[in-house]
């Protein structure tokens, strides 16, 4: 089991950054790929960035490809998204999730991840 705390969010102009962080309990953190989500109010919750279990490999929302980076330190139990060239349509609560699964086409799906954080707001002004 892990335990999952994301931090960094906050408010920002667009055309800013923002790196949110992800921070996890246990000795099992490098056993599970990792995958950031966000839910914007009144629609349902999507896929963001998803990294392997030792960060060589990473898959992006296209909404985000080219703006925002994900990465994981095992050695200090975190990930993050590095998020740049915000527009105010990433306004969201983002959630950070770790993934028993296998195949990394799972990885894209909210219903493969065993574990979530409580959530982060990251507000885009225009």
């Known amino acids: 089991q892990v335990q999952l705390v994301e931090s960094g969010g906050g408010l920002v102009q667009a055309g800013g950054s923002l790196r949110l962080s992800c921070a996890a309990s246990?000795?099992?953190?490098?056993?599970?790929?990792m995958g950031w989500f966000r839910q914007a109010p009144g629609k349902e919750r999507e896929f963001v960035a998803a990294?392997?279990?030792?960060?060589?490999?990473?898959y992006y929302a296209d909404s985000v490809k080219g703006r925002f980076t994900i990465s994981r330190d095992n050695a200090k139990n975190t990930m993050y998204l590095q998020m740049n060239s915000l527009k105010p349509e990433d306004t969201a609560v983002y959630y950070c999730?770790?993934?028993?699964?296998?195949?990394?086409?799972?990885?894209?799906?909210?219903?493969?991840?065993?574990?979530w954080g409580q959530g982060t707001q990251v507000t885009v002004s225009s």
């Open positions: 999730a770790a993934s028993n699964a296998v195949l990394a086409a799972s990885w894209l799906q909210a219903r493969q991840y065993a574990y």
């Open positions: 990294i392997s279990w030792r960060g060589g490999n990473t």
């Open positions: 246990g000795r099992t953190f490098s056993t599970y790929a």
